[in-house]
């Protein structure tokens, strides 16, 4: 999917909000900078924050011991607009040293970490669809 939108394309889309879907969109920016300021703060546990138009995508990392698994997986949000993930410091390492044994370049490992995160992202928020209520997930444990 191309993402490369221009100024006009955004202020046309958002001028074809209904009032509903503005008041939406408007709570997502400040959410959204909230959550980036937030994940800025020193000793903070999170890889990355984004937005899929309608959510906040947000995914956490901490030690597989503290977390039982390694891979990302969907958590309960207190927030119905955040999307929330979790994944294991030992799978974030694994995949890191994946792109270190394939490319040599420094610039070439940072990139494709960015497109690694990037992807990863883009894949957790198709996964996830709407955000799904706290007794849903409760529900699967």
């Known amino acids: 999917m191309n993402y490369n939108f221009s100024e006009d394309d955004v202020l046309r889309a958002i001028k074809n909000l209904s009032p ?4 939406v969109f408007k709570y997502v920016v ?13 000793d903070n546990d999170v890889l990355f924050c984004g937005s899929n138009g309608k959510h906040i995508v947000k995914c956490l990392h901490y030690p597989r011991e503290a977390l039982g698994y390694d891979e990302p997986r969907q958590l309960p949000s207190a927030n119905e607009y955040i999307i929330l993930f979790a994944c294991s410091d030992e799978f974030l390492d694994e995949q890191i040293e994946e792109i270190k044994n394939m490319y040599s370049e420094p610039e070439d490992q ?24 706290y007794e849903t997930l409760l529900e699967n444990e």
């Open 30 to 42: 400040q959410l959204m900078a909230s959550e980036i300021d937030e994940a800025q703060q020193p």
């Open 110 to 133: 940072q990139s494709e970490w960015e497109n690694y995160l990037n992807a990863l992202a883009q894949h957790l928020s198709e996964e996830a669809g709407e955000t799904p209520k």
């Open 20 to 23: 509903e879907e503005l008041e």
